[in-house]
T-cell receptor, first 109, second 113 residues
Framework: KNEVEQSPQNLTAQEGEFITINCSYS?????LHWLQQHPGGGIVSLFM???GKKKHGRLIATINIQEKHSSLHITASHPRDSAVYIC???????????FGTGTSLTVIP | EPEVTQTPSHQVTQMGQEVILRCVPI?????FYWYRQILGQKVEFLVS????????KSEIFDDQFSVERPDGSNFTLKIRSTKLEDSAMYFC???????????FGNGTRLTVT
């Protein structure tokens, strides 16, 4: 069964802390996406990865294909980073996307 | 920056009624998607659309659902006879090519009473 697991489910951090959110998946993928969902519901694409590492501002995403694992890191976290972070994968077998349950991040000033 | 737009932002309908949710994808994108998110649950794939036809659909996308690209800009999701369990946020997304970054609309919150 194709599964996408995220951890932790909920995360509270102090402003300035380094944050890591993890995503594991069960079978081979063609790509992995990290998404940010704001309290109002809108979804923004942060990264799309098929290998290695990507960086954008204070956000870093890594993927280890052999271990079927990806991490999203936020450096120097800020209250405006508070959101739900979602991992989504597209499997090798097609164009469907499967979503993790999300990690709810709250950054306290 | 170009964006995906969805209308309406909120739709309330009675059980058994037909609804059409509308989306305008980014103009040069080739792949279009519908997703839904039931309150408190994860986002679920419904359907992908390419070259004027469905390329993939999930088990959720049964005969009550249909998609259409009636002209060069709109992409619609129709639910023929709504059920209470269809109440959810429906997101449209588009991507430039296969396996490229997704661009999401702000969603339509559908409430079936």
């Amino acid at each position: 069964k194709n599964e996408v697991e995220q951890s932790p489910q909920n995360l509270t951090a102090q402003e300035g802390e380094f944050i890591t959110i993890n995503c594991s998946y069960s079978v081979g993928i063609s790509a992995l996406h990290w998404l940010q969902q704001h309290p109002g519901g809108g979804i923004v694409s942060l990264f799309m990865l098929s290998s290695g590492k990507k960086k954008h501002g204070r956000l870093i995403a890594t993927i280890n294909i052999q271990e079927k694992h990806s991490s999203l890191h936020i450096t120097a976290s800020h209250p405006r980073d508070s959101a739900v972070y979602i991992c989504a994968v597209s499997w090798n077998t097609g164009n469907q996307f499967y979503f993790g349950t999300g990690t709810s991040l709250t950054v306290i000033p | 920056e170009p964006e995906v737009t969805q209308t309406p932002s909120h739709q309330v309908t009675q059980m058994g009624q037909e609804v059409i949710l509308r989306c305008v994808p980014i103009s040069n994108h080739l792949y279009f998607y519908w997703y839904r998110q039931i309150l408190g649950q994860k986002v679920e794939f419904l359907v992908s659309f390419y070259n004027n036809e469905i390329s993939e659909k999930s088990e959720i996308f049964d005969d009550q659902f249909s998609v259409e690209r009636p002209d060069g800009s709109n992409f619609t999701l129709k639910i023929r006879s709504t059920k209470l369990e269809d109440s959810a946020m429906y997101f449209c997304a588009s991507s430039l090519i296969y396996n490229s970054p997704l661009h999401f609309g702000n969603g339509t919150r559908l409430t079936v009473t």
